[in-house]
Antibody
């Protein structure tokens, strides 16, 4: 079974770039069986899907962050990553990496989440 | 801003039945897209509870059931237990956004 683990800085300054990585174990990040995604949850608020990437590099982004976000794969490290530019306090959230089976629409496995605070 | 609307909270006594609604539109639930449900215990990541409207993944008690009709869906918990106290989220796909959408979330309280 696939396991996911987020990593990255817990504090980012306003206007800077938030960078997170998700390490995948239990299967290959290059597998065609999965889509890899990032989802966030501001404190006390609902979940928001941000982006997903497929093994062939195909991507899709939430229009709410599309101009600021990039998702990528690093097969050598068995990771996929998220970069969010020009962050503000509104980007403070727990960031989760998650996965769906190819052809399905639900997230069957999630990382534990990592809290990122945007503050000077 | 969530595309799917849920009641902020529902409550019930142990053993009772509670239901959570999830209201969408013709671009998500009302289309061919399925509805999925997640349980989020305090301080934990969401966990898949119901997939494809009514399917329970292995290990999920049969006290949990889901259904979909028109542009709405619902999650029912029968025989409510103290361990069911959590936040619950519905999720679907939206063709207008070309992406995944979540509900506003419902907090279940066991009285």
């Amino acid at each position: 079974q696939v396991q996911l683990q987020e990593s990255g800085p817990g504090l980012v300054k306003p206007s800077e770039t938030l960078s997170l990585a998700c390490t995948v174990s239990g299967d290959s990040v290059s597998s065609s069986h999965y889509y890899w995604a990032w989802i966030r949850q501001p404190p006390g608020k609902e979940l928001e899907w941000l982006a997903y990437i497929y093994y062939n590099g195909g991507t899709n982004y939430n229009p709410s962050v599309k101009s600021r976000v990039t998702i990528s794969l690093d097969t050598s490290k068995s990771q996929f990553s998220l970069k969010l530019t020009s962050v503000t306090a509104a980007d403070t959230a727990v960031y989760y990496c998650a996965t769906t089976y190819s052809g399905y629409e639900y997230f069957h496995q999630w990382g534990q989440g990592t809290l990122v605070t945007v503050s000077s | 801003q969530s595309v799917l609307t849920q009641p902020p909270s529902v409550s019930g006594a142990p053993g009772q039945r509670v239901t959570i609604s999830c209201s969408g539109s013709s671009s998500n639930i009302g289309s061919r897209y399925n509805v999925h449900w997640y349980q989020q215990l305090p301080g934990a990541a969401p966990k898949l509870l119901i997939s494809d409207n009514s399917n329970r993944p292995s290990g999920v008690p049969d006290r949990f059931s889901g259904s979909k009709s028109g542009t709405s869906a619902s999650l029912a918990i029968t025989g409510l237990q103290a361990e069911d106290e959590a936040d619950y989220y519905c999720q679907s796909y939206d063709r207008s956004l070309s992406g995944y959408v979540f509900g506003t979330g419902t907090k279940v309280t066991v009285l």
